[in-house]
Nanobody, 124 residues
Framework: QQRFVESGGGLVQPGGSLRLSCEATRSGFSNYPWGWFRQVPGKERELVACLLPITRSSIPSYADSVKGRFTISRKNIEDTVFLQMRDLEPEDTGLYYC???????????????WGQGTQVTVSS
């Protein structure tokens, strides 16, 4: 059963911005760490942004490649997470997924099943 629905991807020129959204298909993720992951053909899926649960002060963290350009946030109470992306680069191209790890955990992991993801293409 699908747990997450990602949206907001698209084609954007280098230097542009996009805002991705992720909605849980059911409630109950309020105390979970949330992560945004990116997959590029031929490479493993990588974690690009992580938001710890409120019980761990909602601390965000980012992959070095996106630090300073991406911002992960959460809609209060509801199970919706966003990824604001700016100053996009061609290397940001990929299929973006969200996932919630283990309840109360201090790191972002992922559990099956994944959603369908949302495609981001950065190209002139």
């Amino acid at each position: 059963q699908q747990r997450f629905v990602e949206s907001g991807g698209g084609l954007v020129q280098p230097g542009g911005s996009l805002r991705l959204s992720c909605e849980a298909t059911r409630s109950g993720f309020s105390n979970y760490p949330w992560g945004w992951f990116r997959q590029v053909p031929g490479k493993e899926r990588e974690l690009v942004a992580c938001l710890l649960p409120i019980t761990r002060s909602s601390i965000p963290s980012y992959a070095d490649s996106v630090k300073g350009r991406f911002t992960i946030s959460r809609k209060n109470i509801e199970d919706t997470v966003f990824l604001q992306m700016r100053d996009l680069e061609p290397e940001d191209t990929g299929l973006y997924y969200c996932n919630a790890g283990t309840r109360g955990d201090s790191r972002c992991t992922a559990n099956e099943p994944w959603g369908q993801g949302t495609q981001v293409t950065v190209s002139s």
